[in-house]
Each structure stands twice: as structure tokens, then as C-alpha cells.
Nanobody, 125 residues
Framework: QVQLVESGGGLVQAGDSLRLSCAAS????????MGWFRQAPGKEREFVAS????????MYADSVKGRFTISRDNAKNTVYLQMNSLKPEDTAVYSC??????????????????WGQGTQVTVSS
């Protein structure tokens, strides 16, 4: 059973930056593709970014391309989401998720078997 714990959320102003972290409990983390998703109040969960197990391949939602960067440190069992130039529409609960071993980066939430509890990001205008 993989446990994922997010941190780094908070209240910021438009234009500011935040870095989210997601720590995994499982040593098999190095074999998992990881993703970040977000859900705003009254909206469905949406894909944000994904990184494959080796860190070579990444994928981003069009709404965050050029502003957000996903990365991972397999030695620390941690995946990061660097968020720059934040906008009020980025306000949401951000959750990390893990996908089966040695899979490709993916935007499909159905392919992720493990989820964290989420961390709130609020961007004021």
C-alpha cells in the first residue's frame, strides 16, 4: 500500500510562486509514474502534470504549460510541482497520485491507483 502525503500549499497572491511536495512511503516509488491533479470548488478534478518513473518524460495540461514544472527525486521518494506566475483560477485542492510500475506519463486519472489527501492552494487577485 502506497501512502502519499502532500505539502506546500497555502495562500498567495496572483503572480507568486509555490512549490508542492508529495512524499511516498513505498520504496517502489522509483518505479511509479506520478501525477498532480487539482479540484476547484464545484468543478471536476482535472489533470495538471505527470512525470514518468525515470523522470525523462513529462506531460502538462495546457492551462499550466510554461508556468508549472513537475520533477522528482527518487532518492527522497518525492515528487514536486513548482508553480510560478500563479493565477486566481489555479485555486484548488492539489493532489498527487501514483500510477502502476514503469508506465508512461498520463493525464488519465483512472490509471492512477494511489492518491494523497490533497493540499489547498489559494491564489488571491
Amino acid at each position: 500500500q502506497v501512502q502519499l502525503v502532500e505539502s506546500g500549499g497555502g495562500l498567495v497572491q496572483a503572480g507568486d510562486s509555490l512549490r508542492l511536495s508529495c512524499a511516498a512511503s513505498d520504496r517502489a516509488f522509483t518505479t511509479y509514474t506520478m501525477g498532480w491533479f487539482r479540484q476547484a470548488p464545484g468543478k471536476e478534478r482535472e489533470f495538471v502534470a505527470s512525470i514518468n518513473w525515470s523522470g525523462v518524460s513529462t506531460m502538462y495540461a495546457d492551462s499550466v504549460k510554461g508556468r508549472f514544472t513537475i520533477s522528482r527525486d527518487n532518492a527522497k521518494n518525492t515528487v514536486y510541482l513548482q508553480m510560478n506566475s500563479l493565477k486566481p483560477e489555479d485555486t484548488a485542492v492539489y493532489s498527487c497520485a501514483a500510477r502502476i510500475a514503469y508506465s508512461s506519463a498520463s493525464s488519465a486519472s483512472s490509471g492512477y491507483g494511489y492518491w494523497g489527501q490533497g493540499t489547498q492552494v489559494t491564489v488571491s487577485s
